[in-house]
């Protein structure tokens, strides 16, 4: 659906130039929720601007159904952007206009009726659930209300894909679920792709499919949420999972373990089990646990015996175990 190759994007030039997107390659499949995670300057928001050419990168191709964006005259790009909405953490709602208006907006802008336009938006409003408030203005909307009727300008003239740019950050974290749980509906019931920047795990964790993380203006790991979860690769990875995470070099000198759950319907008892099964106890250095799509994940970091065969017993026996994953774990847990 979305395709990005060898993307670069550098503002300005010379010795002050800044590089904000270097060699990026990744594919959006039509259908899926996809997260792009990272801190501040990553290079998020310019990323999901060159997906639709608001920001024309410095080299590379955004192919979107085949189509390369960046080849595109004028004319044809706009044609192309149809396809493509997005949403912003500050709404960017017409002030002046009520919800159903802002809802034309996009309509007017490519001829539709005036009534086929306002039958249209008042199916939109029902559908992201404020068919009552259709003459409210945004300044007396609450700002869960605003990002709906945001969401329903997006999806009028009935995109293929839904860019969304920190949609959530404004809003507190009930309503950041409800509009949440919104975009999967919408993904589930009109199939429309989705694209979602942000900076914040609970996020991805929420409402991705896949996730790619940017650092630095580079792809640093992708794979699917739970992928990620239950083994992020990188240091960035393991920053955003594991946002407490301990700094070994402030453990005792013992082998350290992070033990992945991935997947399993349930949390065995391993550490009650170890202790039964093979008389070791282990030190718990922190535990992080999740459920994602009805299936148990999440990691446990362990410090194993300090005695070598104390240790090397404990650690077989976690490696025996169904579902459970194990690394020797150095540097950031
Ligand atoms: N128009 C611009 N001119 C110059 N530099 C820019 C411009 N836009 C972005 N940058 C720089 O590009 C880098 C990436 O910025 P970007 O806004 O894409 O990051 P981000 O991950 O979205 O960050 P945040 O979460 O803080 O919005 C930063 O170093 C930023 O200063």
Do not use: W
């Amino acid at each position: 659906m979305i395709q990005i190759q060898h993307l670069n994007k550098t503002f300005g030039t010379g010795p002050t130039a800044v590089h904000a997107l270097e060699d990026i390659n990744l594919e959006i499949e039509a259908g899926e929720i996809f997260g792009i995670i990272g801190l501040s300057g990553a290079g998020k928001s310019t990323l999901v601007r060159c997906m639709n050419l608001l920001e024309r990168p410095t080299t590379g191709s955004v192919l979107v159904d085949g189509k390369d964006l960046t080849k595109l005259r004028d004319k044809q790009l706009r044609q192309a952007r149809q396809d493509i909405s997005m949403i912003f953490q500050s709404f960017n709602l017409l002030m002046q206009r009520t919800a159903l208006d802002n809802i034309c907006f996009p309509l007017e802008l490519i001829g539709t009726k005036r009534a086929d336009a306002v039958k249209r938006a008042r199916e939109l409003l029902e559908l992201v659930g404020l068919g009552n408030r259709a003459d409210a203005y945004p300044a007396q909307l609450s700002g869960g209300q605003k990002q709906r009727v945001a969401i329903a300008r997006a999806l009028a003239t009935n995109p293929k894909v839904l860019l969304c740019d920190e949609a959530t950050s404004a809003l507190d974290p009930t309503t950041t679920l409800s509009i949440l749980a919104l975009l999967k509906e919408l993904n589930e019931t009109l199939g429309v792709t989705v694209v979602v920047i942000t900076h914040q795990m609970n996020v991805i964790e929420e409402v991705c499919h896949r996730v790619a993380i940017l650092d630095h203006g580079v792809v640093a790991e992708e794979g699917t949420v739970a992928e990620i979860f239950s083994q992020p690769k990188t240091d960035i990875g393991r920053q955003l999972v594991y946002p407490n995470g301990v700094q070994i070099d402030r453990l005792p000198p013992s082998r350290v373990i992070r033990v992945a759950f991935n997947g399993g319907s349930s949390y065995e008892p391993l550490i009650a089990s170890l202790a039964i099964d093979c008389g070791v106890k282990v030190n718990i250095l922190g535990a992080d646990t999740r459920n994602i799509e009805g299936k148990a994940f999440g990691t446990m970091l362990l410090g194993l015996p300090k005695e070598p065969e104390e240790a090397a017993k404990a650690l077989r026996y976690i490696q025996s175990q169904p579902d459970i994953t194990v690394e020797e774990v150095t540097g950031h847990a």
